[in-house]
T-cell receptor, first 116, second 114 residues
């Protein structure tokens, strides 16, 4: 059973371009979470999605950022008109159901975004 | 708002030493607490998960304790090895309607010297 997959692993964008980060959850997992790790900071929750639904996007900046998890295909985190402050590691995690009880979230290797 | 603090920020020890990493959190209304390991350029690996009703969990050379009322957890690593070198992250999961949201500390960077 392959783990959570993220691509690309490294992404370089110039200011003003768009960044698209992809996350394929573990097989059988229908819940996806995105976290951002800024330099010298801890991981911070951004958004929680189920298939075709955004459950909680309270941690996601209201402008330029959007996320989706379509019925088919990976979850996408999209950042429009990137700025230098968006440079960070973006981690995706998945779980088979809403995390709770003994469940944990399984993390991918992350996408490291560098904005020039 | 939940805040998680980890002390020390970095730790360097000789191989074979026993060591303790500390984690504190401000809101005791948690669902569970987890310790993760993060290797450079890699994702997070869950080491131990402690439910809010539990006091400790053990896995091999690792032991994690939880004192929810005082908002503290410790990760004890016995007989450290160079392969234990990594960043260790503490994360708490909120209770109630947000029992899916992990709040992380900034981590402790551990270096075990041969």
């Amino acid at each position: 059973n392959a783990g959570v997959m993220q691509n690309p692993r490294h992404l370089v964008r110039r200011r003003g371009q768009e960044a698209r980060l992809r996350c394929s959850p573990m097989k059988g997992h229908s819940h996806v979470y995105w976290y951002r790790q800024l330099p010298e900071e801890g991981l911070k929750f951004m958004v929680y999605l189920q298939k075709e639904n955004i459950i909680d996007e309270s941690g996601m900046p209201k402008e330029r950022f959007s996320a989706e998890f379509p019925k088919e295909g990976p979850s996408i985190l999209r950042i429009q008109q990137v700025v230098r402050g968006d440079s960070a590691a973006y981690f995706c995690a998945s779980s088979p159901q809403r995390t709770g009880v003994a469940d944990t979230q399984y993390f991918g290797p992350g996408t490291r975004l560098t904005v020039l | 708002k939940q805040e998680v603090t980890q002390i020390p920020a970095a730790l360097s020890v000789p191989e074979g030493e026993n060591l303790v990493l500390n984690c504190s959190f401000t809101d005791s209304a948690i669902y569970n607490l987890q310790w993760f390991r993060q290797d450079p350029g890699k994702g997070l690996t869950s080491l131990l998960l402690i439910q809010s009703s539990q006091r400790e969990q053990t896995s091999g050379r690792l032991n994690a304790s939880l004192d929810k009322s005082s908002g503290r957890s410790t990760l004890y690593i016995a007989a450290s090895q160079p392969g234990d070198s990594a960043t260790y992250l503490c994360a708490v999961m909120g209770s109630g309607g947000s029992n899916y949201k992990l709040t992380f500390g900034k981590g402790t960077l551990l270096t075990v010297n041969p």
